[in-house]
């Protein structure tokens, strides 16, 4: 129990993790505006005059004039509220509440409950810590009236119950709201996990077809942006057809992988490596010229020689073609570029 408490209570990198703003500002808008109805029905029979006289009511125009502003930028979207500023907000409406009570001569007046409000709302969207201080504020404004109008048993008693009726209601919604906040987190995290598994390929580790041609567009904006060069590589493993058939698939499946770790080995930071599909491999290689790639093209050819064998112990080998990005050019237009250089390397190592 006192590690779960202390779980709860703990603080974190981000205390609205999982909580939806724009569900926040609907409800901030409405409550605000229940506020001031209440206000409005509640003044014909308790006045605000009864402490300083007409001044009163010039505050209290003041009060509701502010909730109106709340519930127009929460409505209008004038003001982009965030979760700190609802509960600056949440403050400032105790205050205001514990006014009006004053205002209406402080133990009879009913404005008080109205500090329900604020309360339901932070409940709903806070986490513990700014929720806990939330009702220590109720609480004081609550104990008030105690301290101008002198001191009461029954008021006092009356505040103790309300305050402890309110905290159990607190703790349900919290813990409810809490609830759906972990749920929603959750939701995010598996989403995210499957984005991220849709762009790996299963067998090799490495990313997929579909995560290359989403990080081709990423590279060819940054490059054009920064006015980088940008190369890409497109490779296959020579003569795998015949792995496949001499030694089965499972061999096959396993130079495939020793191929995808070599390479990724032999690449700087800023450099991918795709599966792009069978056999075939492509390199992205953000800030690489034609002559930059043409060499780290060579250097993995020679890498993969040494690491990777067939089961008879000869040689996996590699080639590829490489193109760079000029101006103009799209993404599809690279690989294409790319793809034409791989060609010509078959055609060349064919024809010797």
């Known amino acids: 129990m006192a590690e779960r408490l202390r779980r709860l209570f703990a603080k974190q990198q981000d205390p609205y993790a999982g909580a939806d703003i724009v569900l926040a500002r609907k409800m901030g808008g409405i409550l605000a505006g229940l506020g001031g109805v209440l206000v409005v029905v509640l003044v014909p ?41 609802f509960l600056a ?61 002198g001191w009461s048993g029954d008021v006092a008693a009356s505040a103790i119950a309300t305050m402890v009726l309110w905290t159990a209601l607190t703790f349900v919604i919290f ?6 906040r972990a749920q929603r987190l959750a939701l995010r995290e598996n989403e995210a996990q499957a984005r991220e598994e849709a762009r790996v390929d299963e067998l090799t580790g490495i990313g997929n077809r579909r995560a290359f041609e989403e990080a081709i567009e990423d590279e060819i904006a940054r490059a054009t942006r920064m006015k980088l060069p940008l190369g890409v590589a497109l ?20 130079a495939l992988r020793g191929v995808a770790a070599a390479i990724a080995n032999e690449l700087r930071a800023p450099d991918r490596v795709f599966r792009w599909g069978g056999d075939e491999f492509a390199l992205l290689l953000p800030g690489t010229a034609t002559d930059g790639g043409v060499e780290l093209a060579e250097r993995i050819q020679n890498k993969v020689a040494v690491v990777c064998r067939r089961p008879d112990d000869e040689a996996i080998r590699v080639r590829f073609g490489v193109a760079e990005l000029h101006d103009g050019m799209t993404g599809t237009e690279l690989v294409e570029s790319a793809d034409l250089a791989l060609l010509a390397e078959k055609t060349r190592q064919l024809a010797s």
């Open 89 to 149: 907000a949440a403050y400032a409406g105790i205050a205001q509440i514990a006014l009006l009570q004053w205002l209406a001569g402080g133990f009879s007046a009913p404005y008080a409950n109205l500090l329900l409000l604020p309360m339901l709302f932070v409940a709903a969207t806070n986490p513990a810590r700014r929720v806990l201080a939330l009702l220590l504020a109720i609480a004081v404004a609550l104990a008030l009236p105690l301290a101008y109008n």
């Open 175 to 180: 813990t409810l709201m809490s609830g759906i």
């Open 45 to 85: 029979f308790s006045p605000l005059d009864r402490e300083i006289g007409d001044a009163g009511w010039l505050i209290g125009a003041a009060i509701l004039i502010w909730g109106g502003v709340v519930v127009w930028t929460t409505r209008s979207g004038r003001i982009d509220w965030s979760f700190e500023m």
């Open 235 to 254: 490779g296959d493993i020579v003569s795998f057809k015949q792995v496949n058939d001499e030694w089965g698939h499972l061999e096959g499946d396993e």
